[in-house]
């Protein structure tokens, strides 16, 4: 099956920085999805990307749907303390049927800031 | 707007016994529902999908069952828990055909 390489595992910056994190397939995925996860609380969603090429902004955090459709990436600029949690990027797959809306997660970015 | 609800948020449970965990979706008609599974780490590991009443799909063997008795209803359940049962379990909805999921706020599992 499908599977989502998400990098870096883990992140430690100093607030003000800017983070990047990116995911990568072997398979050619439909959708790229961004989602923050808070301690003790279910995921987020940030951003959602459906045309290969795009960009997409939400305040201080923008993400890419490579050119390929096998890759994404998340960018947050000048980060703060409340940036702190765990970041997965999913992607949907190009066929639909009974892979239909069965989201493949990476394996998540623990971001830690610094203040 | 639509809003996801799942309870309890925190259940200790000893070895063996029984487990109901639900979950309910309101402001959609029709939505996929889907349990997830996070152990100790991050990784989502999907443990059912449904996309409409009574239909069930597994996507891993284990100790757990799932059940849509209402379109917006989702049921995750165990007769007798196990010690890897404990984790922290999601569930979530989407509306076809964007497949963007939207999470409940989680329950936390811990099995003595």
């Known amino acids: 099956g499908q599977q989502l390489n998400q990098s870096p595992q883990s992140m430690f910056i100093q607030e003000g920085e800017d983070v990047s994190m990116n995911c990568t397939s072997s398979s050619i995925f439909n959708t790229w999805l961004w989602y923050k996860q808070d301690p003790g609380e279910g995921p987020v969603l940030l951003i959602a990307l459906y045309k290969a090429g795009e960009l997409t902004s939400n305040g201080r955090l923008t993400a890419q749907f490579g050119i390929t459709r096998k890759d994404s990436f998340l960018n947050i600029s000048a980060s703060i303390p409340s940036d702190v949690g765990i970041y997965f990027c999913a992607g949907l797959p190009l066929t639909g049927g009974t892979s239909y809306g069965k989201l493949t997660f990476g394996q998540g970015t623990i971001l830690t800031v610094h203040p | 707007s639509q809003t996801i609800h799942q309870w309890p948020a925190t259940l200790v449970q000893p070895v063996g016994s029984p487990l109901s965990l639900e979950c309910t979706v309101e402001g959609t008609s029709n939505p996929n529902l889907y349990w997830y599974r996070q152990a100790a780490g991050r990784g989502l590991q999907l443990l059912f999908y449904?996309?409409?009443?009574?239909?069930i799909s597994s996507e891993v063997p284990q100790n757990l069952s799932a059940s849509r008795p209402q379109d917006r209803q989702f049921i995750l359940s165990s007769k007798k828990l196990l010690l890897s049962d404990s984790g922290f379990y999601l569930c979530?909805?989407?509306?076809?055909?964007?497949?963007?999921?939207?999470f409940g706020e989680g329950s936390r599992l811990t099995v003595l």
């Open positions: 449904s996309v409409g009443i009574g239909q």
């Open positions: 979530a909805w989407s509306v076809r055909p964007a497949g963007e999921l939207f």
